[in-house]
Each structure stands twice: as structure tokens, then as C-alpha cells.
């Protein structure tokens, strides 16, 4: 067992790829029980009569262990579970804000016309300060989702961005259901009633539902948005299952993904013959 | 049918060998669940015991160890493994210390549970579902260990490596960390990330051993250091 002391590099290999390994060695070698401060589990176990010897105790704590990671498990409130709830109320509070704004600007248009009186105006001040707590209650809200989608989610949240990616993981109904889906069902999620006269009436199908909202998507010309939600959607669905099995960010599915975009730009600076708006 | 030649011990890792077929050299372990697979690694018989191949591209310890990085790991050694995922690499180390322990950490719950199916066959892995940033919280289940391994995609690599080393690495332990530059700063330039965060290492612990895990894994380094 090799232990402290002043260590010197002995050895360096330089790879041809420019990577390094050094290796250093150290001048003492103590012994392997040197240990300060250590705590034995097994040892304390023993002198407490929780086991007999310490092998006894580990198999105890391995069974012990077993045990009370699956009922975790079985309990564990899903992150994803968690963000589907806050981005719903976020949903609801948008609406609320948008319904109070209009109200708030009709009334205001009317006290400017100079006829109500002094308690109209306490109303409306009030009605006000509501808005205001409301706007920063969703304003915090989205930074919670913002949080917890970069923990539970970063390769969605790298592709759609944390607000955007938490709404296709509620309409999926969760990142499991997601990670299943193919690009083509992620392309049309909360196309609703778009894809419902699609099947009923034979209108032509949807090329995108929520995707609609990408910035990729909304910021291109009319004749790009099909291919463009093709190419989101593609990416989605790998970053929905590298992000379900939980293996961290990796930035090579953007990378694809603006490669691709920049590729249907190029393309298709026109329309097609075959397209219609 | 394959030629198979070996095993050959690595030496300086315990129940480590190196395995030809057809003259390709692989690194392997012998099952200490025979008949069983973990991932979808291969299985082969070689002196009368059956051997699981270690995949580099599956596992970054596996391509720091074909890079040359060792560690004094022995068959006894207890390790305190911080980011275990699903148990690919949990696995190996499990065949390397048969009379060790390994107390395997992970934050999230969907890969424990496969990792819980390994540990049912495999009784030096302990499986807890906590988060290596908070190592008060498995103070009751892991002791002073002899190795941290540590290989989390997360922001601050080093503060939890240092975090962990104080709690649990007996002195003269050793840290062996896998860093992906990527999570710390995608902008900047691998090589001045990993500079960083050995900096940050070095208030606490000797750096061993570096080295880059390219081709199989890429922006990331293997380090090893000692706690002194
Ligand atoms: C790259 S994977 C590890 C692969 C594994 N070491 C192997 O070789 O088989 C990183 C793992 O770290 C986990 N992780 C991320 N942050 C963590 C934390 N704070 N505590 C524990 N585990 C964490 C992730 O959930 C993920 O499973």
C-alpha cells in the first residue's frame, strides 16, 4: 500500500494525442493500518452485541441495505413528478395573469375617463398589488422549474430549454412515458385538436404540436418549420432517454442537432413546388 | 471458436487479469456471481474460471487502467463509490475485492434498482440511494474506507471528492476521480478545467497519477491522488 510522504514524479509517458500519464511515487511507505480517526462499523457492531463477528455484521447490512434502498425506491416521489406539478400551475397562474391584465386595463381605461370614485381606486390599486404578487409567484415558480430541470432533465433542458422541456415531459405524462416515445409522437404531442381532425376528417397532419413554441421552429420561415420540428423532435427523444436513465449531460446531442438545423437552412431557402402554406 | 490465452495477472490491481482472444488483449475479472451478466459484457472460461470481460467504452476505470493509471487496490479493500449508476463498473470492482466491500452511492432512483438486482447476487456491494454532495446522510452505513471512486457529471466534482474524503477516506487512502470537463465548464478548455479542479484537490490530497480517457471517454480525465 503506497501512503504519503513527500511523493516525486519518477516517470511521465506523453501520448501521441497529447494526453500525459505521470506517475509518482511515494518515499515512505507506511504501514497499511495506520489509520487515525477511522471508524470500523463492523468492529462498534460487534462490541455492541449487534453481531457476533464482523462478517456477521456485513451480511446484516447487506440485507439491511437491500432492503431499505427498495423501499426508497418504491417510495421516491419521481423528480419528473414533481416538475409536471409545477409546470401545470404555472400554466394556471399564466392564464389567470392574462385574464386579471385585461380586466386591470379595462378599468383602468374607464378611471381615466375620470368617473369613479375614490373607493373604485382603492379596488383597482388592489387589484394591482395582486397582480404583482401573482407575476413574481410565477416568476419564482419558473426558477424552480428552471433548477429542478437542469438536476432531472439536462439534456432536454439543453435542447428546449427548462420551461419548454417541462411542458412536453407534463403532456407526455413524465419522462418515463417520454423516453418510450418515438420522434414522431414527440413531434405532434399537444397537437390535440389538429391531430383529431387529422384522423377524423383527413385534414392534412400536424407538423408539430407544442414544438411550435422552439425557438428553432417559431423563428424559421413557414416552409422550414416541418423539417426543423422533425429535427428538435429526433433530438428530444434521445435527450429524453440519456436524461430517464440518468447518465448526466452530454452535449453531443446538441451538437447534432444544430448541425442538422443549419443543414435544412441551407436546403431550403425556398419553398417547394409541392408545399403549401 | 475463439483462441483464448491467459489470464495474466495485472499485478498491481488485485483480480485484475489480462485475457487474449485471438490475440486481442482485453482486461477481465472473475465472476464472483458465476453464470451471471451484469451488462451485456462477455463471459469466458480460462483455466478452469469464468471471467467477465471489462469494456472500456462501457466503463471510464477500464480505459484509465488500459492507460496505465493503477491504484493499490487489494482483496480485501473497502471503497466507498460515488456515482454507481446501474453497476456497470460497481460489478468489476465487486470481482476485484471478493473480501472487501464496496458501499455504492447514487442519487438517483431509477438506476438503483437495477443496481439493487446486482447487490442481491453480489455481497460485498451495498447499495445506497443517496447524494454523494451530503455524506452526513449514509454516516450510519459506510465506514473508513481505504479508496473513494468517484465518476458524478455534476458542477462541483472536486468540492464532493473533498467532501467525501474528509468524512470517510482513512489517511493515506486513495481518491480515484473521474472528471468530465464538460459539467464543470462546457466553454472552456478541458486541460485548464482539469487544472482547476486538482488545484482545488491538491489543499487535501497528492495528485498521483492523470491522465486523459480518450478515445473510449471523451473530455474526461482519470486522476488518482493520496489523502494526506
Ligand atoms: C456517468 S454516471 C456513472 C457511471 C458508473 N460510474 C459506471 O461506470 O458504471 C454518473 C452517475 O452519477 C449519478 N449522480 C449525479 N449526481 C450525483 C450525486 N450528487 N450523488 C450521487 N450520485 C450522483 C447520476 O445519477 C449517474 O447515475
Same mark, same amino acid.
Not at chain 2, 499485478?11 to 458465476?34: C, E, F, M, Q, V
Not at chain 2, 482483496?75 to 446501474?86: E, F, K, N, Q, V
Not at chain 2, 466491500?101 to 438503483?112: C, K, L, N, Q, T
Not at chain 2, 491538491?202 to 497519477?209: M, P, V
Given at each position: 500500500?503506497?501512503?504519503?510522504?513527500?511523493?516525486?514524479?519518477?516517470?511521465?509517458?506523453?501520448?501521441?494525442?497529447?494526453?500525459?500519464?505521470?506517475?509518482?511515487?511515494?518515499?515512505?511507505?507506511?504501514?497499511?493500518?495506520?489509520?487515525?480517526?477511522?471508524?470500523?462499523?463492523?468492529?462498534?457492531?460487534?462490541?455492541?452485541?449487534?453481531?457476533?463477528?464482523?462478517?456477521?455484521?456485513?451480511?446484516?447490512?447487506?440485507?439491511?441495505?437491500?432492503?431499505?434502498?427498495?423501499?426508497?425506491?418504491?417510495?421516491?416521489?419521481?423528480?419528473?413528478?414533481?416538475?409536471?406539478?409545477?409546470?401545470?400551475?404555472?400554466?394556471?397562474?399564466?392564464?389567470?395573469?392574462?385574464?386579471?391584465?385585461?380586466?386591470?386595463?379595462?378599468?383602468?381605461?374607464?378611471?381615466?375617463?375620470?368617473?369613479?370614485?375614490?373607493?373604485?381606486?382603492?379596488?383597482?390599486?388592489?387589484?394591482?398589488?395582486?397582480?404583482?404578487?401573482?407575476?413574481?409567484?410565477?416568476?419564482?415558480?419558473?426558477?424552480?422549474?428552471?433548477?429542478?430541470?437542469?438536476?432531472?432533465?439536462?439534456?432536454?433542458?439543453?435542447?428546449?430549454?427548462?420551461?419548454?422541456?417541462?411542458?412536453?415531459?407534463?403532456?407526455?405524462?413524465?419522462?418515463?412515458?417520454?423516453?418510450?416515445?418515438?420522434?414522431?409522437?414527440?413531434?405532434?404531442?399537444?397537437?390535440?385538436?389538429?391531430?383529431?381532425?387529422?384522423?377524423?376528417?383527413?385534414?392534412?397532419?400536424?407538423?408539430?404540436?407544442?414544438?411550435?413554441?422552439?425557438?428553432?421552429?417559431?423563428?424559421?420561415?413557414?416552409?422550414?418549420?416541418?423539417?426543423?420540428?422533425?429535427?428538435?423532435?429526433?433530438?428530444?427523444?434521445?435527450?429524453?432517454?440519456?436524461?430517464?436513465?440518468?447518465?448526466?449531460?452530454?452535449?453531443?446531442?446538441?451538437?447534432?442537432?444544430?448541425?442538422?438545423?443549419?443543414?435544412?437552412?441551407?436546403?431550403?431557402?425556398?419553398?417547394?413546388?409541392?408545399?403549401?402554406? | 471458436?475463439?483462441?483464448?490465452?491467459?489470464?495474466? %495477472?495485472? =499485478? $498491481?490491481?488485485?483480480?485484475?487479469?489480462? *485475457?487474449?482472444?485471438? @490475440?486481442?488483449?482485453?482486461?477481465?475479472?472473475? &465472476?464472483? %456471481?458465476? =453464470? $451471471?451478466?451484469?451488462?451485456?459484457?462477455? *463471459?469466458?472460461?480460462? @483455466?478452469?474460471?469464468?471471467?467477465?470481460?471489462? &469494456?472500456?467504452?462501457?466503463? $471510464?476505470?477500464?480505459?484509465?487502467?488500459?492507460?496505465?493509471?493503477?491504484?493499490?487496490?487489494?482483496?480485501?479493500?473497502?471503497?466507498?463509490?460515488?456515482?454507481?449508476?446501474?453497476?456497470?463498473?460497481?460489478?468489476?470492482?465487486?470481482?476485484?475485492?471478493?473480501?472487501?466491500?464496496?458501499?455504492?452511492?447514487?442519487?438517483?432512483?431509477?438506476?438503483?434498482?437495477?443496481?439493487?438486482?446486482?447487490?442481491?447476487?453480489?455481497?460485498?456491494?451495498?447499495?445506497?440511494?443517496?447524494?454523494?454532495?451530503?455524506?452526513?446522510?449514509?454516516?450510519?452505513?459506510?465506514?473508513?474506507?481505504?479508496?473513494?471512486?468517484?465518476?458524478?457529471?455534476?458542477?462541483?466534482?472536486?468540492?464532493?471528492?473533498?467532501?467525501?474524503?474528509?468524512?470517510?477516506?482513512?489517511?493515506?487512502?486513495?481518491?480515484?476521480?473521474?472528471?468530465?470537463?464538460?459539467?464543470?465548464?462546457?466553454?472552456?478548455?478541458?486541460?485548464?478545467?482539469?487544472?482547476?479542479?486538482?488545484?482545488?484537490?491538491?489543499?487535501?490530497?497528492?495528485?498521483?497519477?492523470?491522465?486523459?480517457?480518450?478515445?473510449?471517454?471523451?473530455?474526461?480525465?482519470?486522476?488518482?491522488?493520496?489523502?494526506?
Amino acid at each position: 500500500m503506497t501512503l504519503g510522504g513527500g511523493g516525486a514524479i519518477k516517470e511521465s509517458t506523453l501520448y501521441s494525442d497529447g494526453t500525459f500519464l505521470q506517475k509518482f511515487y511515494p518515499e515512505r511507505q507506511p504501514a497499511r493500518d495506520e489509520r487515525d480517526r477511522s471508524v470500523s462499523l463492523g468492529e462498534l457492531a460487534v462490541r455492541a452485541g449487534f453481531a457476533e463477528s464482523e462478517h456477521e455484521y456485513r451480511s446484516k447490512l447487506h440485507m439491511f441495505a437491500l432492503e431499505l434502498a427498495e423501499q426508497q425506491i418504491k417510495k421516491a416521489i419521481t423528480r419528473d413528478q414533481i416538475i409536471m406539478q409545477a409546470v401545470d400551475a404555472q400554466d394556471t397562474l399564466n392564464s389567470t395573469i392574462n385574464l386579471l391584465k385585461e380586466r386591470f386595463e379595462e378599468w383602468s381605461f374607464i378611471k381615466r375617463s375620470d368617473c369613479i370614485e375614490r373607493d373604485d381606486m382603492e379596488m383597482l390599486e388592489e387589484l394591482r398589488g395582486q397582480l404583482d404578487s401573482l407575476t413574481k409567484e410565477r416568476n419564482r415558480l419558473e426558477e424552480y422549474i428552471t433548477e429542478n430541470m437542469h438536476g432531472t432533465a439536462p439534456n432536454i433542458t439543453m435542447i428546449a430549454g427548462p420551461v419548454l422541456g417541462a411542458r412536453i415531459i407534463s403532456i407526455a405524462g413524465g419522462l418515463e412515458r417520454l423516453s418510450r416515445m418515438p420522434s414522431s409522437t414527440i413531434q405532434v404531442l399537444g397537437a390535440g385538436k389538429a391531430l383529431f381532425k387529422h384522423l377524423q376528417k383527413g385534414t392534412p397532419p400536424p407538423k408539430h404540436g407544442i414544438l411550435y413554441q422552439h425557438h428553432v421552429v417559431q423563428g424559421a420561415p413557414w416552409w422550414q418549420q416541418g423539417k426543423l420540428a422533425r429535427a428538435v423532435s429526433s433530438s428530444l427523444a434521445v435527450a429524453a432517454r440519456l436524461d430517464y436513465h440518468g447518465g448526466g449531460l452530454n452535449n453531443d446531442v446538441i451538437k447534432k442537432m444544430d448541425k442538422k438545423v443549419e443543414r435544412i437552412k441551407a436546403a431550403h431557402t425556398k419553398p417547394s413546388k409541392k408545399q403549401k402554406k | 471458436m475463439s483462441k483464448v490465452q491467459g489470464p495474466e %495477472a495485472h =499485478g $498491481k490491481i488485485s483480480n485484475l487479469y489480462a *485475457i487474449w482472444i485471438d @490475440g486481442r488483449k482485453h482486461l477481465a475479472t472473475p &465472476n464472483l %456471481a458465476p =453464470g $451471471k451478466k451484469v451488462y451485456d459484457e462477455r *463471459i469466458v472460461n480460462a @483455466g478452469g474460471t469464468e471471467y467477465r470481460l471489462w &469494456n472500456p467504452w462501457r466503463s $471510464k476505470l477500464c480505459a484509465a487502467v488500459l492507460k496505465g493509471i493503477n491504484f493499490p487496490l487489494e482483496s480485501d479493500s473497502r471503497i466507498l463509490y460515488l456515482g454507481a449508476a446501474t453497476g456497470t463498473t460497481v460489478s468489476h470492482i465487486s470481482d476485484m475485492v471478493p473480501d472487501g466491500i464496496i458501499y455504492a452511492v447514487e442519487i438517483s432512483p431509477r438506476p438503483v434498482s437495477n443496481l439493487i438486482e446486482t447487490a442481491r447476487s453480489r455481497k460485498n456491494v451495498i447499495p445506497i440511494l443517496a447524494d454523494a454532495a451530503r455524506p452526513s446522510t449514509y454516516l450510519g452505513m459506510v465506514e473508513t474506507v481505504d479508496f473513494i471512486y468517484q465518476d458524478i457529471a455534476q458542477r462541483d466534482q472536486a468540492g464532493i471528492a473533498l467532501k467525501n474524503g474528509r468524512t470517510y477516506l482513512r489517511k493515506g487512502g486513495t481518491l480515484v476521480l473521474a472528471l468530465k470537463s464538460q459539467s464543470i465548464d462546457s466553454a472552456a478548455k478541458p486541460g485548464r478545467v482539469f487544472e482547476g479542479e486538482a488545484e482545488k484537490l491538491s489543499e487535501e490530497f497528492r495528485i498521483r497519477n492523470r491522465v486523459r480517457l480518450e478515445p473510449h471517454h471523451k473530455y474526461h480525465m482519470m486522476l488518482t491522488a493520496d489523502y494526506v
